[in-house]
């Protein structure tokens, strides 16, 4: 297993660990990201 996969693995189990660990935080983690994209698409389609 070379290090680029074994380092997705672990980054993975960390993310899948956190949101159990942490339901509320992961959520809140996932809606700031899915606003940063919806706000950089806009930016797109406005045309920068």
Excluded: C, E, Q
Aim: hydrophobic share 65%; proline share 2%; glycine share 10%.
């Amino acid at each position: 297993m070379n290090l680029r996969k074994l380092l997705g693995v672990a980054v993975f189990a960390f993310a899948v660990f956190y949101a159990i660990t942490n339901p509320a935080d992961a959520a809140g983690f996932v809606v700031d990201i899915a606003s940063g994209i919806g706000a950089f698409a806009s930016a797109l389609a406005d045309g920068l």
